[in-house]
């Protein structure tokens, strides 16, 4: 068994010798040279978007910063002094180049976005990373017990807890949480205003609640997917029939065969989900008081903060561009017909 | 007619695998197979009922009884619990009738829901269609754009639109619209790709049917049974969606009933009274799930993936 599986790991493909001359004209890295293109251009694309939306608006933030008793010359004057008076392809150059240059500008209030972003960055990725590690672990064990015997006890009992989360809104599930586990319980606190300070205990206190309210529709999702994916591989794949002949026990065609090639539709959809989850995270934040971007994000829409919206609807696209793209490459390492310019995907 | 491939030749993965599960009656009991036949038809009538009776409740039921206003109540009556006489589902902190927001509320959830789903599939599916099957530089363009959309933060949009427009459900259903599109768009090219190529598209195109002519009477009976299992599945993502706003208070403008707007003005005093969160939430949660369950129902019948 051992040679057997040396020889599926090397899958055959030669030296070092062969490798170096590999990296050259390989398919993997013009895969990975046209899917940064095709990232950049997204990013770009979302920049200006939200650039021209914003713009589109009617346009009264000096007003609103000024309050209600300002002279039409004061507005006029702030609006100079914010460049809001400048026509719309000219403001958005001007950001872009700052863009380019790291810096993002400064919001209404004067503070720079770069040093906003950094200081509300740190929550949202810690929440984000928490719903995330824990719904995919979780869906992994899951769908694995799920899968082994369709239709049986833990299959059902999977269906309908999925089935669940996947028509729980996740703000009443948030609710829900709250009252159960905060206030009844006492378990966990209601506000989670000290996520991302950097201590361990408050981030398993505090993040635990809205990353179970991020995390269970996640959790739903990818269940269903991997147990309909492992349930279709161990009926219908001849590597199955292999592994079975080979003499493996059921857990381990399962989780050693099974289990790593329906990883692969998985990785995607994570990828694929990663933009609306961020969406997801802004009410979230909201509800728990978490000190994160996607509750600077609403304020910041209330206030019309349009480089504060910018800057963060940046770091947004920036992540489902990168998520996605490092879904594309993870398939590309774990599927060799991709890595070899065989497939015609 | 192009010669079979060599794998079309052979029916099933071979005579030692065990084979797909074509015939799940063969080497059952009558009875075994009656009982299949009837969860079958339950997975698939049981959350149709449930859809079509709460339709009927939001649309019909007030136009053949005489409900209580959903928007204005009386102050004497405020907090009245649940099966208080003439408001059976009691009513809120201001005195408004608890079913009449949930009848009304589902009315613009439904409107929404349907509204948005149905423009994402028509410009979504259009799109994706026109991308799948001609391939190239428009592939490459119409992908490109749904990636943008994908990527760019749908809730920004609607509350940017909602905060310089101001909120109107006309405006929840164009922001929401930016969300379903894309979503319609990348599973409908999925699909076109996946039947542009099979034998019959072949032969249709030897036989000198030519682009779109292909495209309505072959592409797209093959994939709407796909987009319209999906596009359940989407009616139920909007009216969370619908719901988030309402509750972010950037939906549908106040006076007017929302499942939304109930659950963020019932969460105000949610630790003495948590049933005006729960009676939204729940309901929020049985019409989704039966408009996901009838999704799955369908899909296990059309065989879609």
Known sequence: MALAQQVQLQGGNGGPRDRAGRLAGSPALRLVGRRLLAALVVLWGVTFLTFAVMSALPNDTAQVLLGLHATPGQVTALNKALGLNRPFPVRYWHWLVGVLHGNLGTDLEGASVNSQLAQHLPATAELLAYALAGSLLLAVIVAVLAARQPNGLADRLSLAVSMLGLSAAPYAFAIFLIVVFAVKLGWFPVQSNSLGSGSVLSFLQQGTLPAASLGFPLFAIYTRLLRADLVEQLQREDYIVTAKAKGLAPWQVLIRHALRNSMFSLITVVGLNMGTLIGAAAIIEALFSVPGIGSELLTAIGDKDVPLIEGIVLVFALVTVLANLAADLMYAVLDPRIRYGRSTS | ?305
Request: hydrophobic residues 55%.
């Open chain 2, 1 to 305: 007619m192009a010669a079979p491939r060599p794998e079309a030749a052979l029916p099933g993965p071979g005579l030692l695998a065990p084979g797909p599960p074509l015939l799940p009656s063969a080497g059952v009991s009558p009875r075994r197979l009656a009982s299949q036949r009837l969860g079958r038809a339950l997975r698939l009538w049981v959350p149709a009922g449930i859809v079509v009776l709460i339709l009927a409740t939001c649309f019909l039921l007030p136009l053949v009884t005489r409900m209580p206003s959903p928007t204005n109540g009386n102050i004497l009556d405020a907090g009245d619990p649940p099966f208080s006489p003439g408001h059976w589902l009691g009513t809120d902190p201001v005195g408004v009738d608890v079913f009449s927001q949930l009848v009304y509320g589902g009315q613009v959830a439904f409107e929404v829901g349907l509204a948005v789903t149905a423009i994402g599939v028509v410009v979504g599916g259009l799109l994706g269609i026109t991308a799948g099957y001609f391939g190239g530089w428009v592939d490459a363009l119409l992908s490109r754009v749904v990636d943008i959309l994908i990527a760019f933060p749908a809730l920004v949009l609607a509350l940017a639109i909602a905060e310089g427009l101001g909120p109107s459900e006309v405006h929840v259903i164009w922001a929401l619209s930016v969300f379903s599109i894309p979503a319609f768009g990348r599973l409908s090219r999925g699909a076109t790709l996946v039947v542009r190529d099979l034998e019959f598209m072949v032969a249709a195109r030897l036989a000198g049917t030519r682009g779109w002519r292909v495209i309505a009477r072959h592409v797209l009976p093959n994939i709407l049974p796909g987009l319209v299992t999906f596009s359940l599945l989407g009616i139920g993502i909007v009216i969370i969606l619908e719901g988030a706003l309402d509750y972010l208070g950037y939906g549908i403008p106040p006076p007017t009933a929302s499942w939304g707007a109930m659950i963020a003005n019932g969460q105000t005093v949610l630790t003495a009274q948590p049933e005006y969160v729960l009676i939204p939430s729940v309901v929020l949660v049985v019409v989704v799930a039966a408009l996901n369950m009838l999704g799955d129902a369908l899909r296990e019948r059309w065989g879609v993936r």
